[in-house]
């Protein structure tokens, strides 16, 4: 039995030491949100925050998760998703087929904490997540808009 806390709510799970947390996250505590793409930590579609840090949770096994480890998927990055990142995201159509985008958006807000103003330079070193359908241009497009909004909203 193993304790996580995700999106600010304990959870009791149990599963192998070595259980990718993806799987944790959907099979167990039942947030979907969070997808699976390739499984090597490529392709970012699974990525989450751990106290902070963007991580892929389908290469992060369980064992490597401490129970005062912060996990942030993107359900809990806003409930009503009011999250600049998620408003810009949706303001410019960023999704075509839509199953990369919680793991660009929760890279996106990654940078953002760590970088409000980030160039275009920034925004292709810190997105490695791969989108199929293309929409890197919407998506850096996306983040200087989301650094915009942030930016407004603290001034």
Known sequence: M????????????QAE???????????????TGT???CGVAQCGACSVHVNGEIR???SLPLSAVKADDRIVTIEGLS???????????????VPQCGYCQSGQIMAAAAL???????????????MTNICRCGTYQ???????????????SKA
């Open 138 to 152: 919407r998506i850096r497009a996306a983040v200087h808009a989301a650094a915009e909004t942030a930016g407004k």
């Open 17 to 31: 030491d070595d259980t990718p947390l993806l799987w944790v996250i959907r099979e167990q505590v039942g947030l």
């Open 56 to 58: 892929r949770s389908c």
């Open 2 to 13: 193993a304790k996580l806390n995700i999106n600010g709510k304990v959870h009791d799970v």
């Open 112 to 126: 953002l904490k760590k970088n409000p103003h980030p160039s275009d330079a920034d925004i292709d070193q810190a």
């Open 79 to 93: 409930a009503t998703s009011a999250h600049p990142v998620q408003k810009a995201w949706a303001e410019l159509d």
């Open 35 to 37: 997808k699976y793409g």
